[in-house]
Nanobody, 126 residues
Framework: QVQLVESGGGLVQAGGSLRLSCAVS????????MGWFRQAPGKEREFVGG????????YVADSAKGRHTISRDSAKNTVFLQMNSLKPEDTAVYYC???????????????????WGQGTQVTVSS
């Protein structure tokens, strides 16, 4: 059974940092893209960034570029989203997802992902 479990969310002041973790299990994720998405109330799910499990290549959305970084620890089967210089508009539920064999152009599309975590709430106060 494939599981993706996010952790690390919480309440932080604007300008602060958080590191989200996504622990994955249940299959070999070689060849998969691990994506981070977020969804604020009343808005569509939005791509934050992703990392190729095998090669470690990353792709970060423009809204996150320069502030957030994505990494993974293959030995611990964990993907990370390090978020810095947080803004109130970063408030959302953050999801980890896994999708197989996607080209970069498809990474931002939630439909390309087969597995999803339950999400973790991030709230940034002003």
């Amino acid at each position: 059974q494939v599981q993706l479990v996010e952790s690390g969310g919480g309440l932080v002041q604007a300008g602060g940092s958080l590191r989200l973790s996504c622990a994955v299990s249940g299959r070999n994720f070689s060849g998969y893209v691990m994506g981070w998405f977020r969804q604020a109330p009343g808005k569509e799910r939005e791509f934050v960034g992703g990392i190729a499990w095998s090669g470690g290549n990353t792709y970060v959305a423009d809204s996150a570029k320069g502030r957030h970084t994505i990494s993974r620890d293959s030995a611990k089967n964990t993907v990370f989203l390090q978020m810095n210089s947080l803004k109130p508009e970063d408030t959302a539920v953050y999801y980890c997802a896994a999708g197989r064999g996607m080209f970069y152009i498809r990474w931002p599309d939630p439909a390309g992902y087969n597995y999803w975590g339950q999400g973790t709430q991030v709230t940034v106060s002003s």
